[in-house]
């Protein structure tokens, strides 16, 4: 019994560290990140790129979302207004009640499509901030995930992690609990 256990982890560990050690596209963004300009609804933070699924927001600032149909957009130019499009089919309707949001990029964008980013309302074409994404310090291909970030299954299917669970036909928890229950 607990040889094959140990064989389950070597096994799923030797995968975790392959599918981690991949290596980045050249669209790759991962760790770019850039600050919220605020100018509407008290919008505040600072954008992470964690992953082409995923983006983080730390010190996540947002005093007002009552207004309709407000969502996450992208752009190529560095206005939301001039070709921009949703990037996160999740829409925002309350202010903010933690420091760190994760904004899934649901809706068929990677972060190669935009780099800026921000919060728009369709129905009014509102821009309440936006930020522009650029190489932080640690440059582009950190796979880290910024200290608080919780990101959604949606990204997590994409990580190492879901990379490894995928291989051995196990979801990410799956794989954490056979993990961590030795």
Known sequence: MHNSIFLVLSVASTLFQAASSQSAGPN????????????????????????TSALVVNDYAL??????????????????????????????????????????????????????VGLWCEKFSVNFGQASLAPSEGGSGSSTTPTG????????????????????????PALLVVYFST
Do not use: C, H
């Open 149 to 172: 970030a919780n990101p959604s299954p949606t990204s997590m299917k994409n990580s190492a992690a879901g990379r490894a669970a995928g291989l051995l036909g196990l979801s990410v």
């Open 63 to 116: 005093e007002d979302a009552s207004a309709p149909a407000l969502y996450w957009w992208g752009s190529k130019s560095s206005s939301l207004g001039e070709g921009g499009f949703r990037i996160s089919n999740e829409q925002v309707k309350e202010a903010a009640k933690t420091n760190t949001y994760v904004i899934p990029l649901d809706a068929g964008k990677t972060t190669a499509d935009f780099s800026t």
């Open 28 to 51: 790759d963004k991962t760790g770019w990140s850039g600050k919220l300009s605020s100018l509407d609804g008290g919008l505040g933070g600072t954008v992470t790129v964690v992953n």
